[in-house]
């Protein structure tokens, strides 16, 4: 149970990052790469680009990882008791059955004949 938790966890915030990232890039090439105009800066306009489209890719890959991870560990009920569709099955009752009818009307009181 601690494990689907955790799991859970991380993929909310990996999905708050990725929707971070792609709120800052812009679709044109602008977006926070158009801040650094600078061409002697280390994060440049291209690398900025660059960074964003591969944390976008590591994000996407990592919330499709974590994905099978928590459906992997999403806890199960126990194999005692079975489940509710399987008891249900079990009792209902046969539909092709002809159901008993209550017992036929008294008849009313005739007169004898003698």
């Given at each position: 149970?601690?494990?689907?938790?955790?799991?859970?966890?991380?993929?909310?915030?990996?999905?708050?990052?990725?929707?971070m990232i792609v709120l800052v890039q812009n679709s044109k090439g602008?977006?926070?790469?158009?801040?650094?105009?600078?061409a002697g800066q280390s994060?440049?306009?291209?690398k900025t680009a660059d960074f964003l489209e591969k944390s976008t890719w590591t994000l996407?890959?990592?919330?499709?990882?974590l994905s099978i991870v928590a459906?992997?560990?999403?806890?199960?009920?126990t194999s005692e008791r079975e489940s509710v569709i399987r008891e249900s099955i079990e009792?209902?009752?046969?539909?092709?059955?002809?159901?008993t009818l209550p017992t036929p009307a008294p008849q009313e009181n005739k007169p004898v004949q003698q």
């Open positions: 149970m601690t494990i689907y938790i955790l799991v859970s966890v991380l993929i909310i915030i990996a999905c708050v990052f990725q929707i602008g977006g926070l790469a158009s801040n650094f105009t600078s994060m440049g306009v291209r996407a890959a990592a919330i499709l990882v459906t992997a560990s999403i806890p199960r009920g009792n209902a009752q046969d539909p092709s059955a002809i159901p």
